[in-house]
C-alpha cells in the first residue's frame, strides 16, 4: 500500500514569489492536513480538509491557502513568499478523524527554501 | 501557549536499557495521544497511539504510559537500539479538532552503543 505522496521533495523560491506543494494520501483516506516544520516552531498545524472542504485552520497568514480534489489530492499554496517561510512542509492522511485503529501517516514532506 | 509540552530536549541511553520520553499537556479536551518518530528531513513515523480511556497501550518494544489526571503521558522503549536514534514528537488531538494534531517540541534521543 503506498504511502503519502508529496511532491516537489526540494525547491528554492526567491522572495516574492508563489509556490503550490502537491499532496496525495494513502488510497481511501479521505482527510489530508497541512504542517509546517521550522527548527524554531517546529511542528505547527496549518489546515485539514475532509471530502472538499476545509475543516479546521491554523494560526497563519492568508497567504497559506489550500484545497482539495474530488480524488483526495491535495494542493497547499503559498504566496509572496517570505525568508520565514523556509521550512519543511508536511502533509499527513487519514479515513477520518484520528482516533485508535484511524491514526494521521506523513509523507515525507517538501523542503522549501526561499532566498 | 503551548499545550503540549516535551520538556528534554535530548536523552541519551545506553544500548540495552530503558528510553523514558515524557510529555505533558494543558488542554483537557486532548483526548486521543500519538508518539512519532522523525528523522532529519523526513516525515514522522507514527509509532503508538493511546485513548484517553485507557491508561497503557503497549506494541512490542514501545509502551506507552498515560495518567489522566496528571495530564501526562510516557513513551517507554525497552530495549534501546542505535536504530531508536532519532527525534521523539508527543501529538494530540480533540474530540472536537478534526484531525488537527498538537505537537510538542519534540526530544532527540540518541542510542549508545
Known amino acids: 500500500k503506498a504511502g503519502v505522496t508529496q511532491t516537489p521533495r526540494y525547491l528554492i523560491k526567491t522572495r516574492g514569489q508563489q509556490v503550490t506543494l502537491s499532496c496525495s494520501p494513502i488510497?481511501?483516506?479521505?482527510?489530508v492536513s497541512w504542517y509546517q516544520q521550522t527548527p524554531g516552531q517546529g511542528l505547527q498545524f496549518l489546515f485539514e480538509?475532509?471530502?472538499?472542504?476545509?475543516?479546521n485552520k491554523g494560526n497563519f497568514p492568508g497567504r497559506f491557502s489550500g484545497r482539495q480534489f474530488s480524488n483526495s489530492r491535495s494542493e497547499m499554496n503559498v504566496s509572496t513568499l517570505e525568508l520565514g517561510d523556509s521550512a519543511l512542509y508536511l502533509c499527513?492522511?487519514?479515513?477520518?478523524?484520528?482516533?485508535?485503529?484511524?491514526?494521521?501517516?506523513f509523507g515525507e514532506g517538501s523542503w522549501l527554501t526561499v532566498v | 501557549d503551548q499545550q503540549v509540552k516535551q520538556n528534554s530536549p535530548s536523552l541519551s541511553v545506553q544500548e540495552g536499557r530503558i528510553s523514558i520520553l515524557n510529555c505533558d499537556y494543558t488542554?483537557?479536551?486532548?483526548?486521543?495521544f500519538l508518539w512519532y518518530k522523525k528523522y532529519p528531513a523526513e516525515g514522522p513515523t507514527f509509532l503508538i497511539s493511546?485513548?484517553?480511556?485507557?491508561d497503557k497501550n503497549e506494541d512490542g518494544r514501545f509502551t506507552v504510559f498515560l495518567n489522566k489526571s496528571a495530564k501526562h503521558l510516557s513513551l517507554h522503549i525497552v530495549p534501546s537500539q542505535p536504530g531508536d536514534s532519532a527525534v521523539y514528537f508527543c501529538?494530540?488531538?480533540?474530540?472536537?479538532?478534526?484531525?488537527?494534531?498538537?505537537f510538542g517540541q519534540g526530544t532527540r534521543l540518541t542510542i549508545n552503543p
Open positions: 499527513a492522511s487519514s479515513r477520518d478523524l484520528p482516533r485508535p485503529g484511524n491514526t494521521i501517516y
Open positions: 488510497s481511501g483516506h479521505r482527510s
Open positions: 480538509y475532509f471530502s472538499e472542504t476545509q475543516r
Open positions: 488542554n483537557s479536551m486532548f483526548d486521543y
Open positions: 493511546i485513548s484517553s480511556i485507557k
Open positions: 501529538a494530540a488531538s480533540a474530540k472536537l479538532g478534526a484531525q488537527k494534531l498538537v
